[in-house]
């Protein structure tokens, strides 16, 4: 039986039931969770004691729901993995300042480290149902601390819709789901500020409630509003927009040995490619020297092919939001529309194709990057695609 479900043969049945940790707790021994016990919280917020302490709280808490147990299963297994993992963050990034103790950008560290383990450890890459399962679990987690947070933001109808577009590429992931692991996340803290992080719970959800998003991504006009709608822009959601852009400049994503120069060559042989393999080789420069270099003759042949208005590929890794949004940003203000295609293979087949490369990784560089990657979210472009090869 795989890892998904596995998981869901231990998860109990009804909120009388215990939850069988000498059960679930092997399942993600690879993981940081047991790591999680003595790392220390600052009191008058974690009354309960150190990060273990509270993470069985939040599950037991997440076990009383009705709501919880009303979901689909795989959606149940998710959420239970997500309260499980969603402050294994901690463990690197706790640290003593000014006396007490913090744990400063914990649950975007704790997606990351969560997606390393589901991937490897438990086999959850390579295929759309483990895509599907292993993203929901890592975006509940990014997110678990956004519902006490949402009223706070400059924009919180925008950023609800903006957050329940990862639902497009996640179809289980929604504000639903969050709001339950932010609820039991709350209940399960011994603080005085419970009663009153509880009502800003709820003010989430009714405020992604009235947004229309908060059991899926908002039903835009199409896919140019969308992306004006999402990238902050001013506009109406429900209107059409003015679409000035000349031609789609398709951007890739993927670790390497992924297959992308496949899939170009299948799929978009004739259009000019920017390569960063092609431009290293020909200036002999390995991937593991300074790319200042390759970055700015890659930009340069960009740029010739936007100022022409041609259709073009931007062939590199692009594993992390920043080193894409750069090349988005670029695109976009030459007027070209921005496709992102996101390949993942299963892990075997990565370090095999990426061993017969010939400008191989080394594992352990490879090992690295994995780390670092996070899949493109709706938001990133007018078009994302996950395809797994």
Same mark, same amino acid.
């Given at each position: 039986?795989?890892?998904?479900?596995?998981?869901?043969?231990?998860?109990?049945?009804?909120?009388?039931?215990?939850?069988?940790?000498?059960?679930?707790?092997?399942?993600?021994?690879?993981?940081?969770?047991?790591?999680?016990?003595?790392?220390?919280?600052?009191?008058?917020?974690?009354?309960?004691?150190?990060?273990?302490?509270?993470?069985?709280?939040?599950?037991?808490?997440?076990?009383?729901?009705?709501?919880?147990?009303?979901?689909?299963?795989?959606?149940?297994? /998710?959420?239970?993995?997500? *309260?499980? =993992?969603?402050?294994?963050?901690?463990?690197?990034?706790?640290? !003593?300042? +000014? #006396?007490? @103790?913090?744990?400063?950008?914990?649950?975007?560290?704790?997606?990351?480290?969560?997606?390393?383990?589901?991937?490897?450890?438990?086999?959850?890459?390579?295929?759309?149902?483990?895509?599907?399962?292993?993203?929901?679990?890592?975006?509940?987690?990014?997110?678990?601390?956004?519902?006490?947070?949402?009223?706070?933001?400059?924009?919180?109808?925008?950023?609800?819709?903006?957050?329940?577009?990862?639902?497009?590429?996640?179809?289980?992931?929604?504000?639903?789901?969050?709001?339950?692991?932010?609820?039991?996340?709350?209940?399960?803290?011994?603080?005085?500020?419970?009663?009153?992080?509880?009502?800003?719970?709820?003010?989430?959800?009714?405020?992604?409630?009235?947004?229309?998003?908060?059991?899926?991504?908002?039903?835009?006009?199409? /896919?140019?509003?969308?992306? *004006?709608? =999402?990238?902050?822009?001013?506009?109406?959601?429900?209107?059409? !927009?003015? +679409? #000035?852009? @000349?031609?789609?400049?398709?951007?890739?994503?993927?670790?390497?040995?992924?297959?992308?120069?496949?899939?170009?060559?299948?799929?978009?042989?004739?259009?000019?490619?920017?390569?960063?393999?092609?431009?290293?080789?020909?200036?002999?420069?390995?991937?593991?020297?300074?790319?200042?270099?390759?970055?700015?003759?890659?930009?340069?042949?960009?740029?010739?092919?936007?100022?022409?208005?041609?259709?073009?590929?931007?062939?590199?890794?692009?594993?992390?939001?920043?080193?894409?949004?750069?090349?988005?940003?670029?695109?976009?203000?030459?007027?070209?529309?921005?496709?992102?295609?996101?390949?993942?293979?299963?892990?075997?087949?990565?370090?095999?194709?990426?061993?017969?490369?010939?400008?191989?990784?080394?594992?352990?560089?490879?090992?690295?990057?994995?780390?670092?990657?996070?899949?493109?979210?709706?938001?990133?472009?007018?078009?994302?695609?996950?395809?797994?090869?």
């Amino acid at each position: 039986m795989d890892w998904i479900g596995m998981l869901g043969d231990c998860l109990p049945a009804a909120p009388s039931e215990e939850i069988a940790w000498d059960k679930i707790a092997p399942l993600f021994a690879a993981s940081r969770f047991s790591d999680t016990e003595g790392v220390p919280q600052d009191p008058l917020f974690h009354g309960e004691g150190d990060v273990m302490a509270h993470t069985r709280l939040v599950c037991r808490e997440l076990n009383g729901m009705r709501a919880y147990h009303a979901l689909a299963p795989l959606q149940k297994a /998710a959420l239970f993995a997500a *309260a499980v =993992l969603h402050d294994m963050g901690k463990v690197k990034t706790t640290r !003593l300042e +000014d #006396g007490r @103790w913090t744990s400063p950008h914990h649950a975007s560290v704790g997606s990351r480290m969560a997606r390393v383990f589901l991937w490897q450890a438990c086999g959850l890459c390579g295929s759309p149902e483990n895509q599907r399962f292993r993203e929901t679990v890592c975006a509940l987690i990014r997110h678990h601390m956004l519902p006490v947070r949402l009223m706070e933001q400059d924009a919180p109808e925008q950023k609800a819709r903006q957050v329940a577009a990862l639902g497009d590429m996640v179809p289980d992931f929604s504000w639903h789901l969050l709001g339950l692991l932010a609820e039991a996340d709350v209940r399960g803290r011994v603080a005085d500020d419970v009663r009153d992080a509880l009502t800003k719970v709820e003010l989430a959800r009714l405020l992604a409630e009235e947004a229309r998003c908060l059991y899926g991504p908002y039903p835009f006009y199409d /896919a140019c509003v969308r992306r *004006a709608c =999402l990238a902050g822009r001013n506009v109406s959601p429900d209107q059409p !927009l003015y +679409d #000035g852009t @000349w031609g789609e400049v398709i951007l890739m994503a993927g670790l390497p040995g992924t297959g992308k120069d496949t899939w170009i060559a299948r799929n978009v042989p004739d259009l000019p490619m920017v390569s960063l393999d092609e431009i290293r080789r020909a200036m002999k420069i390995a991937p593991t020297e300074a790319q200042g270099a390759v970055i700015q003759a890659a930009q340069e042949k960009a740029r010739e092919l936007l100022r022409k208005k041609r259709p073009f590929v931007w062939n590199a890794t692009n594993i992390t939001r920043e080193m894409r949004q750069r090349q988005v940003d670029l695109f976009e203000r030459y007027g070209a529309r921005v496709r992102i295609v996101y390949l993942e293979a299963p892990w075997a087949v990565q370090l095999e194709r990426n061993a017969g490369r010939a400008g191989e990784v080394p594992a352990q560089a490879l090992e690295k990057m994995l780390e670092k990657t996070v899949p493109p979210a709706t938001d990133e472009a007018r078009t994302v695609e996950w395809l797994c090869v």
